[in-house]
Structures are given as structure tokens and as C-alpha cells.
């Protein structure tokens, strides 16, 4: 799974970098003019992607492309997003691209109502100032320093304080 990502984004670098070049206003260059074009480490490095992509499933190989044609109906706007995020991902230590991926198993596997929950949370927050953000970030530690029980009695009282 680590080495499809890795390569599905080596992939995207390579094919969004090169195909920014067009060789004549208003023609899109042709794969082949955009491979001419790559140094021969770049080269190198596509020939190994393309062999790694080819001892995939067939499967496998579907959901890549798959991929692959979604990244190039993107905004140009959207790719550099997608671009940043590729790069903030590899900065990451394995252990926390593992909880990375833990958790984001987790978000899928929640109803669709509590995904759409977490997200309007998220928004708040990113809109939050940055003081109340601290405030939620402290206040997020020391719940994750009660204990079950001291939660579900703070959850208890939450409840009785919004009856009122």
C-alpha cells in the first residue's frame, strides 16, 4: 500500500511538472514531447515507476489510474494544494503517517451524518481565533488525560447543564 502511494505520487510529480510545459500556445504537448523534454534522472526515475506500476495487480493498476485521471481533472489551484499535502505527508516520521492512516481509517469507517459532524467541527475550528484554537487544542489534552469514567461523567453534566 506505502509503495502504491509512493508511486502513484512520484507518478503525479512527474506528469504534472512535465505536462506544464506546452511546446506551442494552445496544443497540449503530446507524452511522448513531455518524456523528451525530462532530464535522464527523470527519465530513470518514470522508467522505475512504470515497472513497479506494471507489477502490480490489475487491480491494482485500475485504481491508479483511476487516480491518476482524477488528479488531472484538478484545478490547478487544487493540484499545488495536493502537491503541499504530498509534501507535509513525507515530512512526517513513519509512526505518525501510521496514526495518519489509523485514524483517517477510522473517519471512513464513521456513519455519514458523524463524518459531516467532524468536518463542520473542523471548519469552526480552522475559523476560530487563533487564542480559542489553544483554548480547544488545551482543553482536547485534558480530556485525553481523564479517565473513562471522569469523561462520561463530564459528558453527564454537559447534558444535565444544557437541559436546564
Known sequence: MRRTLA???GLVVLLLGASSRAQEPGRAPTAA?????????????LRAKLREFRALSAEEQ???????????????????RLRANLKA?????????QLLRERFGEFQSLSPERKAELRQRMREYLRAHPE????????????????????QELRDRLRERRRR
Open 132 to 151: 480559542r484554537r489553544e483554548q480547544m487544542r488545551e482543553n482536547l489534552r485534558r480530556w485525553r488525560q481523564l479517565s473513562p469514567e471522569q469523561r
Open 7 to 9: 508511486m502513484a505520487g
Open 89 to 97: 505527508l513525507q515530512r512526517l516520521s513513519p509512526e505518525e503517517r
Open 33 to 45: 514531447e513531455r518524456f523528451e523534454k525530462l532530464s535522464p534522472e527523470q527519465k530513470e526515475a
Open 62 to 80: 485500475k485504481r491508479v489510474r483511476g487516480n491518476l485521471e482524477r488528479l488531472r481533472r484538478l484545478s490547478p489551484e487544487e493540484r499545488e
